[in-house]
């Protein structure tokens, strides 16, 4: 295997498993960001030799707008400037996820790259997993909800979103014997546990939702019955938890989503203010304590990346990054339900398939988690994983993809 694939697997894959661990070198510099600039290094070299660079499609220059949008609104962000601190946080939260596509775009180019990312991709998966489930049984979990495990994500909603990401792959590795069955089958246990060991609702339904459209469509309905009847007795063991009982209690569900709609109702407002650009660089989160004024924290999260985007960016803002979805999107559910393509190969449709089953989840998770869009861990997986698809050849054009 070259270095460049190794190199991208290391950064994309086992980097979230050590996250904060990672020693700082040369002052604040992290190890992981060190790889990332070999990385970066290896990638131009490569396609110096090869001559043979993909631009990526309408998906990557979509991400490519929207990223420019949102490094051009520090100039109207009365909170900001172009000071060191915020051109490393958009660096690391936008523009270093555009990158990793633009790679993943001129990486999977055969199934071989392609099983190669996955077979790494669900190794670092379950060692995470096994990290949330040693924190869950021996405590160290989250802040001051210490029965939540958050691995080193410090978030345990970011580390289920993360963890649910890569079931797509872990369903297509397990069905084309990429792993053998009781490997495959420890893994299913292992990423189970470590999804539930967070407590995140928005996880566990994300995980049950993602087996649920995997098996209808393959319509493998047995599986489909057995997982149901799994996920029943887990729910009524679980249950028997006072403290897991508590967060998925219907008062619990209730105030939380009343707070969450009346910050997107709030953050609705604030667009108004500036439907066109919005309020600029993290405008909500600047403005969120003119609209509740009672509040403990002035300047907090919208819980809700839709929102984030209208409020931070107008429509010109909104408007890609709807589309960073929707490309994708539409181009994986022609390859699957569209009788033109009824002659796409399997491998083809599989890749769809899993660009389905990870977008999916992670826009209705954006629904109630306003910064899952800047955790640039995530992100890589999710460009990754969309990148598996739109990267096949005879895909190209789906994505608007040409050579330079």
């Known amino acids: 295997m070259k270095l460049f694939p190794l190199l991208y697997v290391a950064f994309v894959c086992y980097a979230p498993v050590v996250g904060n661990l990672t020693p700082r070198l040369y002052g604040d510099i992290k190890l992981e960001w060190l790889l990332f600039y070999s990385l970066l290094i290896f990638f131009f070299v490569k396609q110096c030799v090869s001559k043979n660079l993909r631009t990526g499609g309408s998906l990557f220059f979509t991400v490519l707008l929207y990223s420019s949008i949102v490094l051009i609104s520090v100039v109207w962000a009365p909170n900001y400037t172009y000071d060191m601190h915020t ?16 790679m993943a775009m001129n990486l999977f180019n055969d199934d071989d790259a392609s099983h190669h990312y996955i077979k790494h991709l669900l190794w670092a998966s379950c060692f995470i997993s096994l990290i949330n489930i040693y924190q869950i049984l021996l405590g160290g979990g989250y802040g ?24 797509p792959c872990l369903l297509y590795a ?8 009781k490997l495959g089958l420890l893994f299913m246990i292992v990423i189970a546990g470590g999804v539930i060991s967070t407590v995140s609702r928005k996880g566990i339904f994300s995980m049950v939702l993602v087996y649920f459209l995997f098996y209808l469509y393959k319509r493998q309905f047995k599986k489909l019955i057995i997982s149901f009847l799994v996920t029943v007795l887990v729910v009524i063991g679980l249950s028997s938890y006072t403290i897991i009982s508590h967060r998925f209690g219907q008062e619990q569900i209730q105030k939380q989503y009343t707070g969450k709609y009346e910050m997107a109702k709030a953050g ?9 650009i919005g309020l600029g660089y993290r405008g909500y989160y600047e403005n969120f304590g003119r609209y509740f004024p009672h509040a403990t924290n002035r300047k907090y999260s919208a819980h809700n990346i839709y929102i984030t985007a209208l409020v931070n960016y107008g429509i010109v803002g909104f408007i890609p990054f709807l589309a960073i979805f929707l490309i994708p999107l539409v181009a994986s559910v022609k390859i699957l339900f569209l009788k033109q393509r009824i002659d796409a190969s399997q491998y083809n449709k599989d890749m769809a398939l899993i660009c389905i089953l990870t977008l999916i989840p992670f826009m209705l998770c954006g629904f109630y988690a306003g910064g899952l869009f800047y955790n640039y861990s995530i992100l890589y997986i999710l460009y990754s994983n969309t990148a598996l698809f739109l990267s096949i050849p005879s895909c190209h054009r789906l994505g608007g993809d040409d050579r330079a």
């Open 87 to 102: 051109i490393t946080r958009i660096f690391a939260r936008v523009i270093s996820p555009l990158i990793i596509l633009f």
């Open 144 to 167: 001051d909800e210490k029965f939540r495990a958050s691995a080193n994500f410090l978030n345990p909603n970011g580390v289920a979103i993360f963890l649910v990401s890569t079931l």
């Open 174 to 181: 397990f069905e084309k014997k990429l792993l053998n069955k």
């Open 268 to 276: 609705f407002r604030m667009f108004l203010d500036n439907p066109v």
